[in-house]
Structures are given as C-alpha cells and as structure tokens.
C-alpha cells in the first residue's frame, strides 16, 4: 500500500465492509503524519525561516552601514558568506535537502554579491546586466542540485533578465517579448510536467505563461502597435488553450480547467471592449465576467464533488 491517498482509502471505505478501526489505522498508516515526519517539517520550516531571515538580516546590514563601512570590507564580507555558506552545503553530513536549502540561500547571497559590487564601482550596467550575471553564475547549481525552489529562482531571474533587456537594449515589440516569455515559460513548464517536478513548481510557471499570454491577447487586442506580431500570437495562444482544456477533461485537473477559463475570460472582455467602450457594453461586459466566472465555479465544485464521491 505505497502512495496511497486520503481520498482513495475513502472511497474504498464507501464501497466495502471495511471497519471504523480498519479505516482510521489504514489513515494513520498511509495518509496521517508520524512524530518522524513532524520532526523532518518543522526542522525544514525552521531552517528555511531562519535562512531566510539571515539572508534578509545580512542585505539590511550592508544598507544601514553603507556609509561606515570601506569598499573592501562590503565585498570582503559578502565573498565570505558566500564561501562559507557554500561550503557548508557540501558538508558530506548534512542531509540532502537541507544541503539544498543552504545552496539556495548561497545563490541568493551571489545576488547580494554582485549588487554590492556594482553599487561600490558605479559600473553604469544596465540592471539587465545584474540579472543576467547572477543567472549565469548560480546556473551550474541550480543543475547539479536539481532543487525545485532553486530552479524556480532561476526561471525568475530569465523573466527578469529577458523584460529589463528588452526594456533598456532591445527595444523589441511588447508583443513579441510576450510571445517570448510565453513560450520559453510554456517550455519550462512542459518539461517540469514530465519529469513530475513537485506541483508547486508546475503550477507556478504554468501561471506565469498564462499570464504572459493572457497580457499579450490583450494588448493585441487594445493596442494598434502589437497587430503586426498578433496574427501568429493568437492562434499560437488559443491552440494551446485548447490542448490545455482537453488534457484537463482526460485528467480532471482543477489547475487546467480554472487557469484557462479565467484567462480566456479575460481576453473576451478584453474584445468586447474593444468593439465599444460606451455604457451598454461595458454594462454588458460586467454581466458577462460574472456569468462566465460563476459557471466555471460551478464546474470546478462538482468536479471536486465527483472526484471525492
């Protein structure tokens, strides 16, 4: 009985003779945690609280001092956090994941490191120069740990590098960066899907392309100067919505049959207006949110009442 769920024991339970006692032990077996798990999450939650409060204690340091402080000493201090916190996480005694935990609290660090070193020297970067060398030099971890909450650190620092270069150098089309950022997110997300990375992780960067696309449609929609990079951006869009909503009725997840509706919700009122902006149709356009929102609600209830049935 490995891997088995609240929800199927339940069931189970519904559809056979199976005893009180029977059920509540198969719970306490396979579903309730044991004073070994409590142990292992608090001491996760507690590492990562106190990690996180001492990455937050150390950038509050260097800005109170700023002035106190000689460019050598700044630098100095945060080379050597760096160091010894990465070496730290190659402790060979250290358990696995909180060596994990430590490593993203050093890739952060890595951060603190370069905007120290730019704030000292007035390089005259762009802040896209920031972001795209702390990527580049936190990348070999993020491989070789293979942590989700890293990587998830890392697709944010490619959002970022790729927006804040498009705003200072490129000075590329707003619709052609959300194509960009739409795909190369859709990608990530396609991958993490089939390697089953944890579901936080796919369903924040699932978000994230949804978001971008939905952005996109819109200021397709609204604005004139997007129109050249639209006729590919919709279909591309709307195609992947539709083999979203069908991968979502095969497996029954809630993630794709609510994400979707509510973008494509979004996009429609965002046509609607753009065929008039008088009172009726924004009147009519209000009516329409509502309606179509409280029938996705509907539909997600009673799929959670037929999953748990």
Same mark, same amino acid.
């Given at each position: 009985?490995? /891997?088995?769920?609240?929800?199927?024991?339940?069931?189970? #339970?519904?559809?056979?003779?199976? &005893?009180?006692?029977?059920?509540?032990?198969?719970?306490?077996?396979?579903?309730?945690?044991?004073?070994?798990?409590?142990?292992?999450?608090?001491?996760?939650?507690?590492?990562?609280?106190?990690?996180?409060?001492?990455?937050? @204690?150390?950038?509050?340091?260097?800005?109170?001092?700023?002035?106190?402080?000689?460019?050598?000493?700044?630098?100095?201090?945060?080379?050597?956090?760096?160091?010894?916190?990465?070496?730290?996480?190659?402790?060979?005694?250290?358990?696995?994941?909180?060596?994990?935990?430590?490593?993203? @609290?050093?890739?952060?660090? =890595?951060? =603190?490191?370069? #905007?120290? !070193?730019?704030?000292?020297y007035?390089?005259?970067?762009?802040?896209?120069?920031?972001?795209?060398?702390?990527t580049? !030099?936190?990348?070999?971890? =993020?491989?070789?740990?293979?942590?989700?909450?890293?990587?998830l650190?890392?697709?944010?620092?490619? /959002?970022?590098?790729?927006?804040?270069?498009?705003?200072q150098?490129?000075?590329?089309?707003?619709?052609?960066?959300?194509?960009?950022?739409?795909?190369? /997110?859709?990608?990530?997300?396609?991958?993490?899907?089939?390697?089953?990375?944890?579901?936080?992780?796919?369903?924040?960067?699932?978000? #994230?392309?949804?978001?971008?696309?939905?952005?996109?449609?819109?200021?397709?929609?609204?604005?004139?100067?997007?129109?050249?990079?639209?006729?590919?951006?919709?279909?591309?869009?709307?195609?992947?919505?539709?083999?979203?909503?069908?991968?979502?009725i095969?497996t029954? &997840?809630?993630?794709?049959? &609510?994400?979707?509706?509510? &973008?494509?919700?979004?996009?429609?009122?965002?046509?609607?207006?753009?065929?008039?902006?008088?009172?009726?149709?924004?009147?009519? =356009?209000?009516?329409?949110?509502?309606?179509?929102?409280?029938?996705?609600?509907? /539909?997600?209830?009673?799929? #959670?009442?037929?999953?748990?049935?």
């Amino acid at each position: 009985m490995k /891997n088995i769920q609240r929800e199927g024991i339940e069931t189970v #339970a519904r559809h056979s003779q199976l &005893s009180k006692k029977t059920l509540a032990k198969a719970l306490k077996d396979q579903v309730y945690p044991d004073e070994a798990s409590w142990k292992r999450f608090l001491t996760l939650l507690f590492l990562t609280l106190g990690l996180g409060f001492s990455l937050a @204690g150390i950038i509050f340091f260097f800005a109170y001092n700023w002035a106190d402080l000689h460019k050598f000493i700044k630098i100095g201090l945060v080379e050597i956090l760096v160091i010894t916190v990465t070496v730290l996480a190659l402790w060979p005694k250290i358990n696995s994941q909180i060596r994990h935990i430590i490593l993203t @609290g050093s890739a952060v660090l =890595v951060g =603190v490191l370069f #905007a120290v !070193f730019g704030q000292i020297y007035q390089t005259g970067a762009n802040a896209y120069d920031f972001f795209l060398a702390w990527t580049i !030099f936190v990348t070999l971890w =993020v491989c070789i740990s293979n942590f989700a909450p890293l990587w998830l650190l890392f697709v944010v620092l490619l /959002n970022t590098t790729l927006i804040l270069y498009q705003e200072q150098v490129a000075d590329w089309p707003p619709l052609l960066l959300y194509g960009i950022l739409f795909l190369g /997110n859709g990608l990530i997300f396609a991958i993490a899907k089939l390697r089953q990375a944890p579901a936080y992780f796919v369903h924040t960067v699932g978000v #994230a392309a949804l978001t971008f696309a939905t952005i996109g449609m819109v200021s397709g929609i609204l604005f004139s100067f997007n129109k050249d990079y639209f006729g590919v951006f919709a279909p591309l869009v709307g195609l992947t919505y539709i083999a979203g909503l069908w991968h979502g009725i095969q497996t029954k &997840s809630t993630f794709y049959l &609510s994400a979707i509706p509510f &973008s494509s919700i979004i996009v429609i009122a965002a046509f609607l207006i753009d065929l008039s902006d008088g009172e009726w149709m924004l009147l009519s =356009v209000s009516i329409f949110i509502i309606i179509s929102v409280t029938f996705v609600i509907r /539909n997600l209830i009673q799929l #959670a009442k037929k999953q748990s049935s």
